[in-house]
């Protein structure tokens, strides 16, 4: 409920709630000890101060729960801050690429429509819901090779990998680090071919296109976020769906929204006066625009407690850019004298990342696995390159098999490669200087090892 519709009591003991919570964050959440070395340093973890939870107490206390007011401002600003003409909230960045992706096979798309056996080309070394929709809709993942030190799709093997059937390229720009999005959207405009940006790893990243540093996710067709805790910001779960294609937003929202026809948001009815005298399908005339079904869709909606939290992250954003890039140079500069058992990582040349992670390769002779147990060991958390090659999952196991349901194109020995003797640490804007430098220290010293 918004303040000019409360009671003065009510607006009073609100704001006694609020200033008490301020307070209790203040007190029990807003400290933090000194680093001390073999301190558990994570590879990332939540950020926040009173404003996070304050909005969230605020949320609650109207008791509004699903999509309200806190969702429509959130919205509203996240596409200001990339650029795009419109926002979807979603619950998860899976299910943003899950809505990115089946909107593509939309009727309303016509001849541009994603159909069964159509072709969209991606990479294995990633996030396996990036491949998870083409897959589960009975697309045709075509998998190409990745760089090394970038770690992003090796953009001269898209012309081999295009076929009749191609129709779209769904990729991710790895751990914060965008691909040639100048080269990749070239090559979608030149076939027709509809670009899906997965940005959940790369928010606030920006790359070169026509001369101008854009953010990523705003120049494909579609972009997607996550908001899980160790993204560049958190609901806690979440995620977000953006384009600036009016009939794809349209879409978008029917999607999420059961399938929805209608367009008015929960809560309110017959916004365009309409609701009532209308024909659809095959229905009867009048038929309630509310319950009337366009696409085969969902419930994706995230709670207005979520967008609350998300509505003072977003404020912190631009911050929490800057500070990864701050500790990513940092560990980079501590490694330089590494470099004999590191191929450190590069940014895609006229990009500036802002960095989900620091990756690195280990070079031949040098064991991956005995530097992750001397660095774990030390207290720092590692991870893989997500699914590293998600080809050779148990997940692909009956495909595999068959041989049927996707296709490579080309070798994928980078991806072998990344699978085997790459890790990556945090550059979180939680970090300080203390424990990047501690993290540079254990890594120089398990290669010296």
């Not at 704001?15 to 301190?39: A, M, N, W």
């Not at 879409?251 to 006066?273: A, E, F, Q, T």
């Not at 890039?325 to 990009?351: M, V």
């Amino acid at each position: 409920m918004s303040e000019k519709y409360m009671q003065p009591e009510q607006e009073k003991a609100r704001r006694q709630i609020l200033e008490l919570v301020k307070e209790y964050c203040d007190t029990y959440h807003g400290s933090r000890e000194p680093f001390q070395p073999g301190q558990r340093i994570p590879y990332a973890s939540r950020v926040y101060d009173s404003r996070e939870m304050v909005n969230l107490v605020d949320s609650a206390l109207e008791f509004w729960l699903t999509s309200g007011r806190y969702t429509e401002e959130f919205e509203e600003k996240f596409a200001q801050y990339l650029g795009v003409s419109y926002c979807s909230l979603v619950n998860s960045g899976s299910s943003a690429n899950l809505l990115a992706f089946m909107a593509l096979t939309s009727p309303l798309l016509g001849d541009r429509r994603i159909r069964r056996g159509d072709e969209v080309i991606t990479v294995a070394a990633g996030f396996p819901t990036t491949v998870t929709p083409v897959i589960q809709y009975g697309a045709v993942p075509v998998f190409v090779d990745v760089t090394i030190p970038q770690y992003n799709i090796d953009v001269s093997a898209l012309e081999a990998a295009r076929s009749e059937r191609t129709r779209a390229v769904m990729i991710a720009h790895t751990l914060g680090n965008p691909f040639d999005l100048q080269a990749v959207r070239a090559f979608c405009d030149r076939y027709g071919l509809w670009l899906v940006e997965d940005n959940c790893d790369a928010l606030g990243s920006r790359a070169e296109v026509d001369g101008k540093l854009v953010f990523t996710g705003s120049v494909g067709d579609i972009g997607t976020s996550s908001f899980y805790p160790p993204h560049h910001m958190t609901m806690g779960e979440g995620g977000a769906v953006y384009t600036s294609n009016p009939l794809l937003n349209r879409i978008i929202r029917s999607m999420r929204d059961w399938g929805r026809d209608c367009v008015c948001p929960p809560g309110h009815d017959n916004l365009c006066g309409h609701r009532f005298d209308h024909q659809y399908g095959e229905l009867p005339l009048g038929y309630d625009h509310k319950y009337v079904y366009s696409h085969f869709g969902y419930n994706l909606k995230a709670t207005d407690l979520q967008a609350a939290v998300g509505c003072a992250q977003l404020e912190k954003l631009p911050s929490f850019a800057e500070r990864r890039r701050r500790n990513f140079a940092r560990l980079r500069n501590g490694l330089l004298e590494a470099q004999e058992t590191y191929i450190l990582p590069e940014a895609c040349p006229g990009s500036d990342p802002s960095w989900f992670g620091f990756l690195v390769t280990c070079r031949e002779g040098a064991d991956r696995s005995r530097i992750v147990r001397r660095v774990e060991e030390a207290g720092i958390q590692t991870r893989m390159l997500f699914a590293g090659n998600l080809l050779k999952h148990p997940c692909f196991d009956e495909m595999r098999r068959e041989q049927a349901g996707y296709r490579v194109a080309g070798s994928l020995e980078n991806t072998d490669r990344i699978m085997r003797d790459s890790f990556w640490i945090g550059v979180y804007p939680g970090m300080t200087d203390e424990m990047t430098d501690y993290m540079a220290r254990i890594l120089r010293e398990a290669a010296a090892e």
